[in-house]
């Protein structure tokens, strides 16, 4: 009997059925990972900034780039004032700071306008449906930025939807490869209860880059692959003989889009989260 296609298993669940996995695979994630408990990356408008210098480009890169942005400036006022020239040379370690240093100011900008102020403060206060409306509000705030800073800054249940969390969804069978990552962090969401959010992002990239590869996915290393459709489909081939995954160093700085995760904070002891 042929095996069942990834696509065609996918079609075949229903939503309880997609629901029921995602909470297997969370725990899954969690015994393999460890659990992880939010806290905050910073103050919501750092976390804006810091995502948009994340763009096309490593976190080593981003977080320089950042660290430069903070030194040199005051507060986000100052830099909303700045010359383009002035952010755009100052974030240059980042790359791309041509592009990104116009739309930093431009949002920046828009936020003041629209405040009176320069922060984003105020969004604790907001129903999380109101303020991801009115992030979204902005130009070149798109999805995955709008799920960072809430997610990330103020631990709202927003899953924002990167190249590795697309791509090991898809590979698990969570979601089609043709919705596209803008339509996947919606998807995606409504299979996961509200606390397991977080989680479930920093480890769907860990896992990512450590076993679930683009080209060469380490199948035989993997703990999800029980309920894994691309391995249940066969689509694996000779990935699935790869066995060994080589894990960083514990105290490796650990980030995640340019920000450091909680467990490089001061205070941590959770060691047995890799660096990603």
């Known amino acids: 009997m042929a095996r069942t296609t990834p696509s065609s298993a996918l079609e075949a669940a229903s939503p309880v059925a997609l629901r029921q996995k995602a909470a297997w695979l969370c725990e899954a994630l969690d015994a393999e990972y460890g659990t992880l408990s939010w806290r905050s990356h910073g103050e919501p408008m750092g976390a804006l900034v810091m995502t948009i210098l994340s763009q096309h480009t490593s976190d080593k890169n981003s977080e320089r780039a950042y660290d430069n942005l903070r030194r040199a400036f005051p507060n986000w006022d100052a830099v909303r004032t700045a010359e383009v020239t002035e952010i755009a040379d ?13 739309r930093i100011k ?5 936020i003041h306008e629209k405040q009176g102020v320069t922060n984003l403060d105020f969004l604790e206060s907001l129903p999380t449906e109101t303020a991801r409306e009115y992030l979204l509000g902005f130009h ?61 992002h920093v480890h769907m990239i860990r896992h990512g880059r450590r076993v679930c590869v683009a080209l060469r996915p380490r199948c035989g290393a993997c703990v ?7 391995f249940q489909s066969g689509a694996a081939g000779e990935t699935g003989k790869l066995t060994a995954v080589t894990r960083p160093a514990a105290t490796a700085v650990r980030t995640l889009h340019g920000m450091k995760t909680p467990d490089s904070l001061p205070g941590s002891d959770d060691d047995a989260v890799p660096s990603v």
Not at 106 to 110: E, I
Not at 224 to 230: G, N, Q
């Open 90 to 102: 100052t974030i240059r370690s980042g790359g791309l700071a041509d592009a990104k240093a116009p």
């Open 106 to 110: 431009s949002v920046l900008q828009a």
């Open 140 to 200: 070149g705030v798109g999805p995955k930025t709008m799920a960072c800073v809430l997610m990330f800054s103020l631990g709202r249940p927003v899953l924002p939807v990167d190249t590795h969390v697309f791509r090991v969804s898809h590979r698990l069978g969570l979601i089609p490869q043709k919705i596209g990552e803008a339509k996947a962090h919606n998807a995606l969401e409504a299979l996961l209860a509200p606390e397991r959010v977080y989680a479930f």
């Open 224 to 230: 999800l692959k029980e309920h894994c459709d691309y």
